[in-house]
């Protein structure tokens, strides 16, 4: 019952917005079958009947496991002559009653598993019979009102032809098979699967490969049903190969087939939301193995990550592989987990990747990385030991680059009393590859520098243009100081 809850929850909601509308008594005279002990007895199938739900009323204890709000109600009793399935099918114009079918006596109703037609799950319902049991069919409508007749169909329908594992029907490649899991059960000895050990109702098909490839399951329903794989030659003794539980969107079942080896595949859902489905072989795509890097262009300076996938299109994750640096080392994979590696020089990596993922197809991705590592250094700040007030002297800053010619932006500030550096001034040269440049300042010392006893001075380099900077920046700032003192014949104030 795994959409139950779900369900409940809206409907809930539905019932407040249809009791706001709905009136509470009919417009005609009630049928004959308006109450559960009044109920038309079906003596045998196929049955047809035809009525206006709208002008029955509501009893106080109409079960309500199907919906939450009932106004209008009718009741058909069904004794099954023999086991098998009975489908209730409503039809006519406007909106349909729904149908829901229960067991037991007045007041101990109990709902047949998955016989409900509810708002999610069309206008019919399938369920199973035993013979001697009375099945106790109720249709209803959220409001009441007359004017639109709708026929019931009562008709024994047959169970699915590959219901059986004896029966499993055959599957091609590639091939697409429907059914119906309303029409299924489980028979004994019948394994669950690991992945949805509550899927009961199921359906078999049995596949044996011509060559030895990798295969893909697509199970598609109303709330896609569970599917597995097997190995075997009978019940109960399979080895279950791969599991898709209902629900899961995130996979499909994929395993590779060996040529001349009988495979299982059982198609299952719970009772509560079995339903018409479609399955789908295909031949599993192909693994392209790539590998996202961060950053995209590194330095010789960057603990690369590289993010390893299989690049499977049917998502499936790489359990083993390995991955080929480029520069002569490599490392092992285990898992889809980033890993690091640092480059010695600049260059173009040939990355160089394996993979397998968990179903075992393997395959190969080869891709270029770029190294390129921009750096310059702040080699030097020269600056006059001593100066004094009014005093004009030099600045040289000194700059190496043994990279690529860059463009480098130098910056020299003062710090002011409020202790932040304000900018003195900035120039911008060429530094070529394996050169050094030096960078001319001047600065005139003032009274303030007197008075706090110095000047103190930082430097900074950019590299202009380049939105990343510098690749190792840690060495692109530099501080010293000149002791300054009043002029002659005055005093620093």
């Not at 417009?27 to 009044?38: I, L, R």
Request: charged letters at 20%; one cysteine or more.
């Amino acid at each position: 019952m795994k959409h139950s809850a779900f369900r409940r929850l809206l409907v809930a909601g539905l019932a407040v917005a249809a009791a706001l509308v709905a009136p509470a008594t009919a417009y005609a005279e009630a049928p004959s079958n308006d109450d559960f002990a009044t109920a038309t007895t079906v003596t045998a199938l196929p049955f047809k009947a035809t009525q206006d739900v709208g002008e029955a009323t509501a009893s106080a204890d109409d079960p309500t496991s199907c919906y939450a709000w009932i106004a209008s109600s009718v009741w058909y009793d069904y004794t099954a002559s023999a086991d098998g399935f009975v489908r209730a099918l409503p039809s006519g114009t406007g909106q349909l009653p729904f149908v829901a079918v229960y067991t037991g006596e007045r007041g101990a109703l109990a709902q047949v598993p998955g016989a409900c037609a509810e708002w999610d799950n069309g206008p019919s319902v399938t369920f199973p019979v035993t013979a001697g049991q009375t099945y106790h069919i109720m249709l209803f409508k959220q409001y009441s009102g007359a004017g639109q007749p709708t026929t019931l169909d009562i008709s024994s329908v047959p169970r699915e032809p590959n219901d059986d594992f004896a029966t499993a029907a055959v599957a091609t490649l590639p091939g697409t098979f429907s059914g119906d899991l309303t029409r299924s059960t489980a028979e004994p000895g019948e394994a669950a699967p690991s992945c949805d050990p509550g899927a009961d109702q199921s359906v078999w098909y049995r596949y044996t490969p011509d060559r030895t490839r990798p295969i893909s399951v697509e199970a598609r329903s109303r709330w896609s049903p569970s599917v597995a794989v097997y190995r075997g030659d009978a019940l109960p003794a399979l080895s279950e190969v791969d599991c898709k539980a209902a629900l899961d969107t995130t996979k499909r079942v994929v395993f590779t087939a060996t040529a001349g080896q009988q495979y299982w595949i059982r198609v299952a859902d719970d009772a509560e939301d079995a339903s018409w489905y479609d399955i789908r072989l295909t031949t599993a795509p192909a693994l392209t193995p790539n590998a996202n890097t961060w950053p995209s262009t590194p330095s010789v300076f960057d603990d690369v990550s590289f993010s390893v996938n299989a690049g499977d299109r049917l998502g499936r994750p790489l359990v083993r592989g390995e991955l080929k640096f480029g520069d002569g080392t490599s490392v092992q994979l285990t898992s889809n987990t980033s890993v690091t590696h640092r480059y010695a020089a600049d260059g173009d990596y040939h990355l160089e990747i394996s993979a397998t993922t968990d179903d075992g197809r393997s395959g190969t991705g080869s891709q270029t990385l770029h190294v390129e590592t921009h750096d310059v250094t702040l080699t030097g700040l020269s600056l006059p030991a001593q100066a004094r007030v009014g005093q004009t002297k030099p600045v040289k800053v000194s700059v190496v680059n043994n990279r690529y010619d860059e463009k480098v932006v130098v910056s020299l500030r003062r710090k002011a009393e409020s202790g932040y550096y304000q900018e003195v001034g900035t120039l911008t040269q060429w530094v070529p590859a394996g050169g050094r440049v030096d960078f001319p300042f001047a600065y005139t010392y003032t009274a303030a520098d007197a008075a706090a006893g110095q000047a103190e001075f930082e430097v900074t380099a950019s590299i202009d243009g380049r939105y990343d900077g510098d690749d190792h920046a840690v060495d692109n700032r530099l501080t010293a100081s000149t002791a300054v003192r009043a002029q002659s014949g005055l005093r620093a104030s």
